[in-house]
T-cell receptor, first 114, second 111 residues
Framework: SQTIHQWPATLVQPVGSPLSLECTVE??????LYWYRQAAGRGLQLLFY??????ISSEVPQNLSASRPQDRQFILSSKKLLLSDSGFYLC?????????????FGDGTRLSIL | GEDVEQSLFLSVREGDSSVINCTYT??????LYWYKQEPGAGLQLLTY?????DMKQDQRLTVLLNKKDKHLSLRIADTQTGDSAIYFC???????????FGSGTQLTVLP
């Protein structure tokens, strides 16, 4: 069966420090991968999605970037964190084909910026 | 673009049925999903339905779709305290890779 792992579960970082959040998927090949941010425990904002290695689509302009160095690895990064980057970050995957496959989420990373 | 709306809060008594409602705006064929999020956790897929279906049932969960009104509901029978969570409705037009989420409905189950 397929599993998705995100780490760390919680992170406290000072303003201006770098960030690297990692997400890996097991048990599937060529998944679509997604990064979301959830503010105040409610609405999910899609940040990035990827349909293959090195292919990243950005949904909103921001201080963050994403990379997909391997088929089942998705990394969210920042060179200098802002206070507004605080939130709950969720990684998700879906089967690449056929389209409209449901997305499956990791357990999330709670990021607090001080 | 797509828009998905849900009421923010719902309270029910343990043992009663819960009905969580959602409306969407996309006019083409679309997939509709229900997710559950417990505090501090990720989203758990509950069920999904394609817009050519009217109803889908899975144990205590029943999804009803009114295509004409673009209205989706999730009914939870015999609601338990463990059902307390935020429930998200999401939509994905046919052929799309992304989901559009509603803002979530906080379900509180009272003893």
């Amino acid at each position: 069966s397929q599993t998705i792992h995100q780490w760390p579960a919680t992170l406290v970082q000072p303003v201006g420090s770098p960030l690297s959040l990692e997400c890996t998927v097991e048990g599937t090949s060529n998944p679509n991968l997604y990064w979301y941010r959830q503010a105040a425990g409610r609405g999910l904002q899609l940040l990035f999605y990827s349909v293959g290695i090195g292919q990243i689509s950005s949904e909103v302009p921001q201080n963050l970037s994403a990379s997909r160095p391997q088929d089942r690895q998705f990394i969210l990064s920042s060179k200098k964190l802002l206070l507004s980057d605080s939130g709950f970050y969720l990684c998700a995957w879906s089967a690449g084909r056929p389209s409209n496959q449901p997305q499956h989420f990791g357990d999330g990373t709670r990021l607090s910026i001080l | 673009g797509e828009d998905v709306e849900q009421s923010l809060f719902l309270s029910v008594r343990e043992g009663d049925s819960s009905v969580i409602n959602c409306t969407y705006t996309d006019s083409s064929s679309t997939y509709l999903y229900w997710y559950k999020q417990e505090p501090g956790a990720g989203l758990q897929l509950l069920t999904y339905i394609f817009s050519n279906m009217d109803m889908k049932q899975d144990q205590r969960l029943t999804v009803l779709l009114n295509k004409k009104d673009k209205h989706l509901s999730l009914r939870i029978a015999d609601t338990q305290t463990g059902d307390s969570a935020i429930y998200f409705c999401a939509e994905s037009p046919l052929g799309a890779r992304q989901l559009t989420f509603g803002s979530g409905t906080q379900l509180t189950v009272l003893p």
